[in-house]
Each structure stands twice: as structure tokens, then as C-alpha cells.
């Protein structure tokens, strides 16, 4: 595999504090809502939750020489909110400051530079008691904890990026419940949306009133989905699925204003009287670049009269699908991964495309992309994952290919640099390039996709 990529592109990794940290009582961190969630009887396959994770809270050194060795130029991670303000308002636990002060040096020390992710889906429980994304004022919340991560790490981090798929906090933490908090309730995802753009736009000048030289952004998991077929009714279907999945974001976030279709699709749950006087002048805040994580794509029609199903998403009791009752997804067809998603990398090139020719002064940067397979760890420490190694080589393909046709594409960071908790999913799903031995006090091994990620690494950045 050849490859041409600009001069200065950025590999990296990501990770998500809940996933990988642990230490969940430790230090003064205080209660998230991933924490009630997954210690909720039922709602984590086979139980698990995040309570040790990797144990990355006590081996991020181990973890930090690991991405030294891949060769990576940078690191996404996210600030765990809870251990820097246990009661997601008020005091800040300065034992959470020092962890991430730690990290940050550690990284810069070894020639990495630091992604921050402000928000990645653990709030504070005492804020979702009094209302969690639906209540207006953990939008002020979050900017208040921005604010303090921007005077702790301050120019130290090359992007603060503000949260991580916000479609997936609203829509399947309101709608389909399917993530914590795991509620059901349409109008509460529609809230849930338009405050946490709310908290995008109020997060981004806090942090540039503290460090105003600073990269801001934000990461959305935009959806790529074509119709079942040209007839009008399946391409008003992907209309709809885009209207809530991408548009409720991209739109107030980068042209200060809510897609007329979509408020149409949802007038019978609401008439958007939560969004008040001057909320899109604060969401629409000039970004440096745009996050874009992408795994697989889906195919949507209208839904036949005679059938009861409908649009779904996750594993929860409802649909994330709030206004698109309608529309339903067919069954995805190819060699699928082991989150039971397709594998289209034609559909990574187009969705990249699309974005940078709409928004083509805008940077972009692929902040998640990878794939879930079972692995085996050999008695000698391997884990041979070819079909993982076959999506990465593909993705690359795809990415270059999207630059080559005009995408403003500056960085990719592969999802995951560890195996990890995989939410509703808990650790039966694995989509680490490098191997986490829960029964073995979470050893770690590189997979032979780990190897294929630092010899792609060396061999772009040398050319």
C-alpha cells in the first residue's frame, strides 16, 4: 500500500476517560453518570462497567511509552469531568487537576502532542439529578469546567475539543436509552441537543478567554447513509435520518441556525421554545477544525405501511431516531465487523468529501475510526487480527483518496490505542490496537495491527 498524504499530517490515537481510567473512587473523583448506569442490573452486557477499565489511571506511563513506540504526533483524550468537579459545579478536586497535568507533560515529553476532549459522556450524576443535557444550565455548567481545564493545561494542549458525538449523548442517552442516562423520551433528546451545541459555543469562549491562541473544536459522528432506492420516498427517508442525525449539529454549530425540515419533522413533540434569544449567535463560534469519527455507513428506505418496524439504533428500549418514525434501516450486507456495522471505506471518502466541498475553508481532522474483532492472544503474547489490519489499510486508502479528490483532511487518530469498556457493550467488544488482558491485571500486548499502524506512521511521515 502507497499512500500520498500533505506535508504535516498528524497520526494519532484516541481514548475516553471512562473507558480506559478506572480508579473510579479514587483521589476524590466523584460519580458519573456511566458509573450508575453500568452498576444498573441489565443495562451493560454481562454486567460489566468501568469501575477498573485498563487502569490506565495507574499505568498511563506504560500507556504513554506505548504511543511513543507506535510513532504517533499526537494523543486524544478526555478529561474525566467528575475528577476535576465531583459535583459537576463549585469545587475543583485538585488530586484530578494533577493527574492530567502529569499526563499532558508525560506526553510532551515524549514529542506528543496533547488533544484535549473536554466531554465524552461522563457527566457529573449530581448534574443529570437535577436534569442532566435537558436542563439549560449544564450548558453553563460545562463552560465553567472549560474554563477551569483551560487554566490548568492551558497552552500546553494543541486542540481543546469541546465534546465527542453529541448525537450520541442526546439521542441514545435521551431517546433510545441506550446509553446512561438511559432514558426514552424524545423531547428530552431534543433538549438534550440544543444544549449541548448551547455548551460547544459557551465552552469555546471560555476557553479562548483563558488561552487565546489555543485550536477549538468540536467532534461529530456524522452520518453516512444512502437510500434504499431513488424513488422520492426513500431519499425524503435519508433526508430525515440526516435532518436529526447530522443537520441538528452542523447547522447551528456552523451557520447559526436549525434546519427548517427538521423542526417540520418534530412540530408534533415540540416547537423549539427551548432555544432562547441570542443560544445560536453563542453555538455559531469559529472553529480551527472539525472532528469527524466514522466507522461504517447505513442504508435507509421509508417504511413499508404494512410493517411495525422502525428506525433503531443501539441496544436500548427506544429509537435515537426522534421525527423519523417512518424511516427504517436495512440489515447491513458484506463482512461486517463485530459491532454487527458494515465495513465501506468508499462511504468514508464521500462522506469527507461532502463536508470539505460544504465547508471548504474548514479543516478537518478524523478523530475516531477502527473496528471491533474478536482476538485471540497467542501463548507467546500475539494477537493476530487481520481483519482489523485490512480495515485500517482500507481506511488510509479511503482518507487519501478523499484528500487527493480536494478534503481539507489534516489528521486521523485510530480508534482505540487500548481495548477497552465499550459502553452498552461492556469488554465483549475490542477495537484496540493494542490487546488488554483483563484476566491478567490488564496486560498489554500489541496486536498486528499495532505493527501495521507504526509502520504506516514511519512510512508517510518519512515521505
Avoid at 460544504?358 to 478537518?364: A, S, T
Wanted: overall charge negative; charged content about 20%; aromatic content about 10%.
Amino acid at each position: 500500500m502507497s499512500i500520498q498524504l500533505p506535508k504535516g499530517f498528524t497520526w494519532g490515537t484516541a481514548t475516553a476517560s471512562y473507558q480506559i481510567e478506572g480508579a473510579v473512587n479514587e483521589d476524590g473523583r466523584g460519580t458519573s453518570i456511566w458509573d450508575t448506569y453500568s452498576h444498573t442490573p441489565g443495562l451493560v452486557l454481562n454486567g460489566d462497567n468501568g469501575d477498573v477499565a485498563c487502569d490506565h489511571y495507574h499505568r498511563w506511563e506504560e500507556d504513554l511509552d506505548h504511543l511513543a513506540r507506535l510513532g504517533v504526533q499526537a494523543y486524544r483524550f478526555s478529561v474525566a469531568w467528575p475528577r476535576i468537579q465531583p459535583l459537576g459545579a463549585g469545587a475543583v478536586n485538585q488530586p484530578g487537576i494533577d493527574f492530567y497535568d502529569r499526563l499532558v507533560d508525560g506526553l510532551l515529553d515524549r514529542g506528543i502532542r496533547p488533544i484535549c476532549t473536554l466531554y465524552h459522556w461522563d457527566l457529573p450524576q449530581p448534574l443529570e439529578d437535577a436534569g442532566g443535557w435537558q436542563n439549560r444550565e449544564t450548558a453553563y455548567r460545562l463552560a465553567e469546567y472549560a474554563q477551569i481545564i483551560a487554566a490548568a493545561l492551558g497552552d500546553r494542549i494543541d486542540t481543546y475539543t469541546t465534546l465527542n458525538e453529541p448525537w450520541c449523548s442526546a439521542f441514545l442517552g435521551y431517546a433510545s436509552g441506550a446509553h446512561a442516562p438511559g432514558l426514552t423520551e424524545a423531547l428530552a433528546a431534543l433538549k438534550a441537543a440544543h444544549h449541548l451545541n448551547l455548551a460547544h459555543g459557551l465552552a469555546v469562549q471560555a476557553i479562548r478567554a483563558k488561552v487565546p491562541n489555543t485550536k477549538a473544536s468540536i467532534t461529530l459522528n456524522l452520518h453516512k447513509v444512502r437510500p434504499a432506492s431513488l424513488a422520492p420516498e426513500d431519499l425524503d427517508a435519508v433526508r430525515q435520518i440526516e435532518a436529526v442525525g447530522n443537520e441538528i449539529f452542523l447547522r447551528p454549530l456552523l451557520e447559526g441556525c436549525y434546519p427548517s425540515d427538521l423542526i417540520a419533522d418534530v412540530a408534533d413533540i415540540t416547537d423549539f421554545s427551548f432555544v432562547q434569544d441570542g443560544d445560536l449567535a453563542e453555538i455559531k463560534q469559529p472553529l480551527d477544525c472539525l472532528g469527524i469519527n466514522y466507522y461504517s455507513s447505513s442504508v435507509a428506505r421509508r417504511r413499508p405501511n404494512d410493517s411495525t418496524s422502525t428506525a433503531t439504533g443501539g441496544h436500548g428500549g427506544g429509537s435515537p431516531w426522534v421525527g423519523a418514525d417512518n424511516v427504517e434501516f436495512l440489515d447491513p450486507t458484506g463482512p461486517l465487523t463485530d459491532m454487527g456495522w458494515n465495513i465501506d471505506p468508499q462511504g468514508f471518502t464521500e462522506l469527507l468529501v461532502g463536508v470539505s466541498k460544504r465547508y471548504p475553508d474548514l479543516e478537518l481532522v478524523v478523530t475516531e475510526n477502527g473496528s471491533a474483532f474478536p482476538d485471540t492472544l497467542e501463548a507467546d503474547g500475539s494477537v493476530h487480527d487481520p481483519k482489523r489490519v485490512a480495515y485500517l489499510e482500507w481506511h488510509a486508502e479511503a482518507l487519501a483518496e478523499a484528500i487527493r479528490l480536494g478534503a481539507k483532511i489534516t489528521g486521523y487518530y485510530a480508534w482505540s490505542l487500548l481495548d477497552n469498556f465499550e459502553w452498552s457493550w461492556g469488554y465483549a467488544r475490542r477495537f484496540g490496537l493494542i490487546h488488554v488482558d483483563y484476566g491478567n491485571g490488564q496486560a498489554r500486548h500489541w496486536k498486528d495491527s499495532a505493527y501495521r499502524y507504526q509502520k504506516l506512521i514511519a512510512e508517510t511521515s518519512a515521505s
